[in-house]
């Protein structure tokens, strides 16, 4: 297993339009999260969902997000109409349910740039 | 609600200095610990962990000690190297939620 990875790594968008970011999790890591990264600041909680399970989603989360985890495996997260604002780090982590006191594995970012 | 809060940066070392970034936390139960490690343009690593009061979490000269009287988990180590030049985060993880909470990040950066 390669660890968590995340597509793409960098995407640069004009404001309005719709991005769509992946996540493949540890493939026997039950839990995924979606965290959002801006500059100087630590991550900030977005959703998680255990199985294909959407089991919380943050305020910040608002209804131009949306994210899925059909099958219980990888996860999508959909920004639409994006704006300025949403350009960040999005982080992707992932653990077992029974381990969650253990810490998460993190993916490497996708990067987003809204112009 | 849980929280941790942690030195501001940036810190600034030369080589085989002594490094100290201070974590404290508030939580209403027992968390669980961590130090994340962030190189540029990478995703957070897992450095080191304590998951109950006293435990000492250690990894690649790093070390931090989980202090429920005084609510912290500082991040120390004896020698600094260029490599360790990141940024780092302190976490905990309640289960009373359902998500790690982060600090806002310690720049660290070691001369030669």
């Known amino acids: 297993d390669t660890g968590v990875s995340q597509n793409p790594r960098h995407k640069i968008t004009k404001r309005g339009q719709n991005v769509t970011f992946r996540c493949d999790p540890i493939?026997?890591?039950?839990?995924l999260y979606w965290y959002r990264q801006t500059l100087g600041q630590g991550p900030e909680f977005l959703t998680y969902f255990q199985n294909e399970a959407q089991l919380e989603k943050s305020r910040l989360l608002s209804d131009r997000f949306s994210a899925e985890r059909p099958k219980g495996s990888f996860s999508t997260l959909e920004i639409q109409r994006t704006e300025q604002g949403d350009s960040a780090m999005y982080l992707c982590?992932?653990?077992?349910?029974?381990?969650?006191?253990?810490?998460?594995?993190f993916g490497s970012g996708t990067r987003l740039t809204v112009v | 609600g849980d929280s941790v809060t942690q030195m501001e940066g940036p810190v600034t070392l030369s080589e085989e200095a002594f490094l100290t970034i201070n974590c404290t936390y508030t939580a209403t139960g027992y968390p669980s610990l961590f130090w994340y490690v962030q190189y540029p343009g990478e995703g957070l690593q897992l450095l080191l962990k304590?998951?109950?009061?006293?435990d000492k979490g250690s990894n690649k000269g790093f070390e931090a000690t989980y202090r429920k009287e005084t609510t912290s988990f500082h991040l120390e180590k004896g020698s600094v190297q260029v490599s360790d030049s990141a940024v780092y985060f302190c976490?905990?993880?309640?289960?009373?939620?359902?998500?790690?909470?982060f600090g806002a990040g310690t720049r660290l950066t070691v001369k030669p």
């Open positions: 493939s026997e890591h039950n839990r």
């Open positions: 304590a998951t109950k009061a006293d």
């Open positions: 982590a992932s653990t077992l349910a029974g381990r969650i006191n253990y810490g998460y594995t």
């Open positions: 976490a905990l993880s309640a289960k009373a939620n359902n998500d790690m909470r």
